[in-house]
């Protein structure tokens, strides 16, 4: 397994945790998602390592940013 962690701006509420979470789980090979919505962290655990392009791409989908992916 792989683990990756970003920082998420923007998120305000539980509803954008649940935005980021549902599209970031989506991306192929994504096996757990979680958010913090104090810190902005987004930890993504995969079977092999996700491009992280793919997964700002999930993030500004939901309608958030990535920073310094």
């Known amino acids: 397994m ?19 979470k549902e ?5 192929a090979g994504v096996a757990e998602v979680e958010v913090d919505l104090a810190t902005g962290l987004l930890t993504v655990t995969s079977e092999s390592p996700v491009d992280a392009a793919q997964i700002s791409a ?12």
């Not at 962690?5 to 935005?19: A, D, F, L, N, Q």
């Not at 599209?23 to 991306?27: A, H, L, M, T, W």
């Open 2 to 20: 792989a683990t990756a962690t970003y920082t998420v701006k923007g998120m305000t509420c539980g509803h954008c945790v649940s935005s980021v």
């Open 23 to 27: 599209e970031v789980g989506e991306v």
């Open 58 to 69: 999930a993030v500004e989908a939901a309608g958030y940013e990535v920073v310094n992916p």
